[in-house]
T-cell receptor, first 110, second 117 residues
């Protein structure tokens, strides 16, 4: 059974801090790993990673995948209160399904 | 584009009642999914569909049925609701082909909050 584990489950930081969120996975015939941000409603897509060692970057957010060690990290630099959300990691194997982790609840205090 | 639209957004049921959640997407996506989200549990896949007329079970299919009679619609049914089915339900869709930009990236609906008393 495919499995995705995220850590920490929750995190409280101050504005301006840098945070690193972790995601490890066990997936049969791994195809891709995705990060989503969820605020009040639907998860919104951040990154999709398929190759090891290639960083994806969007503004203050970046993510990298290590296919040998089966994990990914999501970095957020210079955090802002608007970054407060649940961050979801998901992996896709040879079937058509995404398996999600339980998420990391990030709270950024002013 | 509307993207993925779920109806209803909120519903309260009594134990034993039945209901159907409707999901509609206007992006011509082949794949569609129903997830439920509970506190501390993340998103868990209920059922999914890889094309019109086909459905398959996910992680937590018991107590639910689905149908995909049209490519753009994916219905989730509860035949006899139970309090354990109190949850937020998300529908999602994605493209099929490997290598196509956006493939495997799920687009989610806004969610449907269901309470079973």
């Amino acid at each position: 059974e495919d499995k995705v584990v995220q850590s920490p489950l929750s995190l409280v930081v101050h504005e301006g801090d840098t945070v690193t969120l972790n995601c490890s996975y066990e997936v049969t015939n791994f195809r891709s790993l995705l990060w989503y941000k969820q605020e009040k409603k639907a998860p919104t897509f951040l990154f999709m990673l398929t190759s090891s060692g290639i960083e994806k970057k969007s503004g203050r957010l970046s993510s990298i995948l290590d296919k040998k060690e089966l994990f990914s990290i999501l970095n957020i630099t210079a955090t802002q209160t608007g970054d407060s959300a649940v961050y979801l990691c998901a992996s896709r194997g040879s079937n058509y399904k995404l398996t999600f982790g339980k998420g990391t609840l990030l709270t950024v205090n002013p | 584009n509307a993207g993925v639209t779920q109806t209803p957004k909120f519903r309260v049921l009594k134990t034993g009642q039945s209901m159907t959640l409707l999901c509609a997407q206007d992006m011509n996506h082949e794949y569609m999914y129903w997830y439920r989200q509970d506190p501390g549990m993340g998103l868990r896949l209920i059922h999914y569909s890889v094309g019109e007329g086909t459905t398959a079970k996910g992680e937590v299919p018991d107590g639910y049925n689905v149908s995909r009679l049209k490519k753009q619609n994916f219905l989730l049914g509860l035949e006899s609701a139970a309090p354990s089915q109190t949850s937020v339900y998300f529908c999602a869709s994605s493209r099929r082909r490997e290598g196509v930009t956006g493939a495997n990236v799920l687009t989610f609906g806004a969610g449907s909050r269901l309470t079973v008393l």
